[in-house]
């Protein structure tokens, strides 16, 4: 007869900075309240998540429209170095400033404030 014996290692394919991602509609809204966590390791692991999600479309224009923006800008005050540093991993403002050209002078406007503000930030 066999004896079943757990091992105390987990298996080697498991990345524990890695959150578990709800299937289908509801993977993002789960994330982002992930996100507005009072734990620092669920937010971690949601930011993760959430870094690895953005690369389709499809999930850019659903983390929008559920508001994972304002979760995110909420992250860049965070007290955590990695918190900050993943919330800004993807080069921002390099993919704000093709907003200079934009045919919308109010957008125009409202990117230089930002970059304004970004530039008067303190060291």
């Not at 524990?16 to 734990?39: F, H, M, W």
């Not at 959430?50 to 995110?72: F, N, Q, W």
């Not at 909420?74 to 921002?92: F, G, Q, S, Y």
Request: charged letters at 20%.
């Amino acid at each position: 007869m066999a004896h079943a014996q757990i091992s105390k290692y987990l298996p080697p394919d498991i990345n524990p900075t890695q959150a578990a991602i709800a299937y289908g509609c509801r993977a993002l809204p789960k994330l982002n309240e992930e996100l507005q966590s009072e734990d620092l390791l669920t937010r971690q692991k949601a930011l993760m998540a959430l870094c690895d999600l953005m690369h389709d479309p499809e999930h850019v224009y659903t983390a929008i429209r559920i508001g994972c923006l304002e979760s995110l800008k909420a992250l860049l005050k965070d007290t955590n170095d990695l918190v900050r540093i993943k919330t800004t991993e993807h080069d921002v403002i390099h993919a704000l400033s093709f907003l200079l050209s934009d045919p919308q002078s109010a957008c125009r406007e409202n990117l230089h404030l930002a970059f304004k503000h970004l530039a008067q930030l303190p060291a």
